[in-house]
């Protein structure tokens, strides 16, 4: 009987793809298997097996399996099963969503080797000069495309190689080289034959003048009588203060022996301080109403305050499930949070907490994989962002969402566009596990879930110690302008409170939502801006590396001298960024010293740490940053938090821009007071009487979320109804008008949800390609998956369409 197992492919593909397999290796293989497979002409991908029967598809000869590439699954069937739900729930492609899953270690892809085959002299002289000089290079060693590209200088190689391999000079081949590297640590012990022959007097009397030597020697038998174990080579020499020459040449003379032990990266390495903090009255209360309501409901709400100590409640709970022997997701909105929390939770549970996220080599998220694939004691408690989800759980029990309101648990490009949050719930339910959402201001959609009973629900109302919550004032800019109030971005008002807050020895946040040094240049005389070249934005100037750049695509241009337009040099910036916002800060108190969180400046690995140690530290009193210092960070001495100007949070053009004001307002306020001083909070604004302003003030979420959900209700917006996306994007403007009509047109056919555009978005080219969008509503009362499959049918008639098929669409479900 033939064998044959689906396959999911690293490529962007709707489905599986069918192999032959031998007797031998259907034996062997389960789903979860990862396999290399011949896809194309010649190219060999890793994929994962996801079903083995005895079915032949009936479209195509199957190729057989290359080659089985592990001993066992490095996916688990509820791996599998989440994937299949999140390409069904968000109309993700499975091979987009499997090479966003797997670290990219474990994404074999074959690379094209070049091997010279022999040929008579006469043959040789008749070889051009390029293909003489490559055969001349492979005579030395068989060569990538790569390294003939280098050796020639040229951009394309296709067409000497494929003229080489016609005429039998050269053979092609694929090799599939493994891109994980586990790290091996060096360790020496004293020789066993030394030890055995019991010639360590002759030894020592050897050395009496080699005191480097010696004193190796010695380290040797440090907390280690007999000299037998195994040591770290580096620990060793930088103990005995000797040399590594010196433990050459015992290694040469036989005395002492070496070897490589393979060891996990380690990527945090907090101290265990068995320490427990008391919870207080109310910490304990919300404890106590979480685990009951787990009695009846999966997912509990947890809204406390911020400042409140939800994670000490977090880490009570943490406790609980790993002492049932389960594991625990911890999923943060940002890399930045990762620290603090880490330091926290290795505090209480030392190396049972291991961490993953992108920031981490490739290597390093490899390795707590395998870690947790393997159920090791060091992977019990997974703190993450979003691409956490992925990971091989087996047992897990508790996955806690903080700040569930964020806007970064969305993934928007590239495919899989998938909520985290949203995902989670899913997750969990797989797995029967519980599920806490934790948030000062909780998105409207879990909210809404609360009120209809979908989700349970704890509050936690007041701060931890009783600290009070901030004074939030607001500066009317309007008024500060026109009394001349203002030093560049700074109202006279701020100003004096920044100096009495240096004066008290405490630390203020200045926040900004606008990275660079100022939006736009334009000329004084002619009112040009200049544009990038491949998209419909204005450049934004950066002053450190004094250039213009395109925050979409990366094009960035010198600051020009003269106007592009007019010519005449009269260039003027508009408008604040974080830099601007650094720089004036460092005029105002010029013996203060500023730093900056943006995307800029933790671009490096380990930059976020950095920076958030040398606040938290005092080292720097004044952070400026955007959105990234909003986000649940615990300052404890931050006194004073100044919002440069709110106005740009509540115009965006967004069904959701009032919610997310009063969340980032409500956030970057909480940062302030942390401990027993109570904390201010100043805001400038055109509109000091804007409702939102004013709920935030007050501190009122409940007003906001009942005017909130009264709108969209009113208007058909979430969580009422639900939307899908759709972006048709091509080269020429025109094709892509034609394309989006023709979707809106077949689509209106089905009656199916309101359809809206198709219609330009505010910035309509990226990277020289036009972008329209249509917008679907789904009323409540709708079938979703009725929605969604008359979507996909018509899309896979769009793409039947010769005129179309250069245009990319992408399919966006729960856009916000």
């Given at each position: ?7 999911l ?16 290796d ?20 890793s ?7 005895d ?6 000869t ?8 592990e001993k ?26 499997l090479?966003?899953?797997l ?12 091997i ?45 190689l ?10 092609i ?19 066993q ?8 007097e ?19 038998f ?9 040591k770290?080579s ?15 040449t ?51 709400l ?16 943490i ?19 990762t620290p ?14 291991t ?20 159920n ?13 989800l ?61 009120l ?26 309007k ?30 946040i ?22 990038c ?31 592009h337009?007019?010519?005449?040099p ?23 010293k ?30 400026v940053g955007?959105?990234m ?12 938090v100044?919002v440069l100007n ?10 959701r821009?009032?919610?997310?004001t ?7 306020a ?8 109570r ?43 639900r ?33 809206l555009?198709p ?15 249509i ?5 409540g ?25 250069s ?10």
């Amino acid at each position: 009987m033939q064998y044959f197992a689906d396959v999911l492919l690293p490529l962007a593909l709707g489905e599986p793809y069918t192999y032959a397999v031998t007797t031998e290796d259907y034996a062997t293989l389960a789903p979860g298997f990862r396999v290399a497979v011949s896809f194309g002409k010649s190219k060999v991908y890793s994929a994962v097996v996801v079903k083995l029967h005895d079915q032949a598809p009936q479209r195509y000869t199957p190729k057989f399996i290359e080659l089985i590439l592990e001993k066992s699954p490095s996916v688990t069937p509820k791996q599998l099963e989440f994937w299949y739900w999140l390409s069904d729930y968000y109309q993700s492609k499975l091979g987009d969503i499997l090479r966003a899953a797997l670290p990219a270690t474990f994404l074999l892809e074959s690379e094209t080797i070049v091997i010279k085959k022999d040929i008579s002299e006469a043959e040789k002289s008749t070889l051009s000069d390029d293909a003489f000089l490559v055969y001349e290079a492979l005579e030395v060693k068989a060569l990538s495309i790569k390294e003939i590209i280098e050796i020639l200088g040229k951009k394309s190689v296709l067409g000497l190689l494929q003229d080489l391999f016609s005429k039998g000079v050269v053979d092609i081949h694929q090799k599939l080289s493994e891109k994980y590297k586990p790290k091996l640590v060096r360790y020496v012990r004293l020789s066993q034959t030394i030890l055995e022959t019991h010639k360590l007097e002759e030894v020592f009397e050897a050395l009496k003048n080699a005191t480097k030597q010696k004193q190796l020697l010695m380290g040797i038998f440090d907390q280690n009588p007999k000299g037998d174990e195994w040591k770290k080579s580096k620990d060793l020499l930088d103990k005995s203060n000797s040399t590594p020459a010196a433990l050459r040449t015992l290694i040469s003379k036989g005395i002492m022996e070496e070897q490589s032990f393979r060891e996990d990266r380690l990527l945090y390495d907090f101290k265990k301080q068995d320490q427990k903090r008391a919870l207080s009255d109310a910490q304990q209360i919300a404890l106590n109403e979480i685990n009951n309501t787990f009695e009846e409901k999966s997912v509990v709400l947890f809204q406390g305050v911020t400042g409140s100590g939800k994670t000490e409640v977090y880490i009570e709970l943490i406790a609980q499930a790993i002492t049932k022997g389960k594991q625990v997701l911890y999923l943060l909105p940002e890399i930045s949070l990762t620290p603090q929390m880490v330091q926290r939770l290795q505090a209480r549970f030392g190396s049972e907490v291991t961490v993953y996220h992108s920031k981490f080599s490739v290597h390093e998220r490899t390795e707590v994989w395998n870690n947790i694939l393997e159920n090791n004691p060091n992977a019990k408690i997974i703190v993450g962002t979003r691409s956490a989800l992925f990971l091989p759980f087996h047992q897990l029990g508790l996955v806690i969402v903080d700040e569930e309101h964020e806007l970064s648990y969305k993934q928007f490009d590239p495919s899989p566009r998938y909520h985290a949050r949203d995902s989670a719930v899913v997750l969990a339910g797989m797995y029967q596990a519980k599920v806490i959402l934790g948030s000062a201001t909780p998105a409207l959609e879990s909210s809404f879930n609360r009120l209809s009973g979908k989700y349970g629900w704890v509050q936690l109302g007041e701060r931890y110690g009783k600290v009070a919550l901030p004074e939030i004032n607001t500066i009317d800019l309007k008024s500060a302008y026109k009394k001349k109030q203002m030093k560049g971005g700074f109202s006279q008002t701020l100003i004096q409170e920044m100096d009495q807050t240096l004066a008290m020895d405490k630390q203020i946040i200045l926040f900004q939502n606008q990275r660079g040094y100022a939006p736009v240049m334009e000329c004084l005389d002619c009112g040009h801006m200049p544009q990038c070249h491949q998209c419909d934005v204005t450049l934004t100037y950066h002053q450190y590396s004094d250039q213009l750049k395109c925050h979409y695509c990366d094009y960035q241009i010198a600051v020009p001298e003269k106007c592009h337009a007019c010519g005449l040099p009269n260039l003027s910036t508009k408008g604040m960024g974080t830099q601007q916002i650094q720089e004036q800060v460092a005029t105002l108190f010029p013996d203060v010293k500023v730093a900056r969180m943006d995307w800029d400046t933790t671009r490096g690995k380990w930059a976020f740490d950095k920076l958030i140690h040398s606040f938290a530290a005092q080292e720097v009193k004044i952070l400026v940053g955007t959105q990234m210092i909003i986000k649940g960070l615990d300052f404890q001495n931050v006194h004073l938090v100044g919002v440069l100007n709110a106005d740009h949070l509540m115009n965006f053009p967004d069904f959701r821009a009032h919610e997310r004001t009063y969340q980032m307002l409500s956030q970057v306020a909480g940062r302030a007071g942390r401990k027993a001083l109570r904390g201010k909070v100043l805001i400038q604004t055109y509109q000091p009487h804007h409702p939102i302003i004013q709920q935030v003030i007050e501190g009122d979420y409940d007003q906001m979320l009942n005017r909130q959900l009264k709108d969209r209700k009113e208007y058909h917006y979430p969580p009422y109804n639900r939307l899908i996306r759709m972006v048709v994007n091509h080269s020429d403007m025109e094709t892509v008008k034609k394309a989006s009509q023709w979707i809106v047109n077949v689509l209106l056919q089905s009656d199916y949800g309101q359809i809206l555009g198709p219609v330009f978005p505010p910035i309509a080219r990226v990277r020289n390609r036009y972008r329209m969008q249509i917008l679907v509503k789904i009323e409540g009362s709708q079938s979703r998956d009725r929605v969604k499959q008359i979507i996909r049918k018509t899309l896979d008639r769009f793409e039947s369409i010769a005129i179309f098929r250069s245009c990319k669409v992408n399919l966006d479900v729960d856009p916000y």
